[in-house]
């Protein structure tokens, strides 16, 4: 697969890291293709993370995700899953090797910097989530 889908999260850009955050995607050889700067209700992101729903963060997770503004994105690269989730680095970002996304601008396991799909088929899901087929190309 050659795209995935991406959130800045609403820690990462009220730190004003969001330019930082593009510009390391960028370098990495990502090309966005379809992008927007925007708010979730807790009702989308509720429905945007569904598959966490029994999990115990679950809660804090949908509150956070709409706190505050995010940039949503998608992205292209061969092998475009899987490099950027390296690029990413790991959910807590104590775990996060060097010169990762999170590792840099990651505040914790749960505000945590970036969002990346985790698989071909979710990336596309997710991308549909927040963009119409007239605004990817
Ligand atoms: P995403 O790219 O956002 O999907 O992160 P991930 O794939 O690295 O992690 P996962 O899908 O397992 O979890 C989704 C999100 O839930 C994480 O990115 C965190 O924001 C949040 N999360 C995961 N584990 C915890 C936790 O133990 N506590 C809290 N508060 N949030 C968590
Ligand atoms: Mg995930």
């Known amino acids: 697969g050659n ?4 959130m800045i999260k609403p820690d990462a ?24 700067y925007t708010r979730l209700s807790a009702d989308l992101a509720g429905k945007f993370y569904e598959v966490h729903k029994e999990r115990p963060f679950y809660g804090e ?13 998608i992205l292209e690269k061969d092998n475009a899953v899987a490099d950027f989730r390296t690029l990413i680095g790991a959910t807590n970002p104590a775990e996060a090797a060097e010169g990762t996304i999170r590792k840099l601008y990651a505040k914790s396991i749960g505000e945590n910097a970036v969002h990346g799909s985790d698989s071909d088929e979710n990336a596309q899901i997710e991308g549909n989530f927040f963009f119409s087929q007239f605004e990817r190309f």
């Open 3 to 6: 795209r995935t889908f991406t």
């Open 13 to 36: 850009v009220a730190d004003g890291n969001m330019g930082a955050i593009l510009k390391m995607i960028e370098d990495a050889g990502f090309k966005i293709i379809s992008m927007k």
């Open 61 to 73: 997770l949908v509150e956070y995700m709409s706190s505050g503004s995010i940039v949503a994105a």
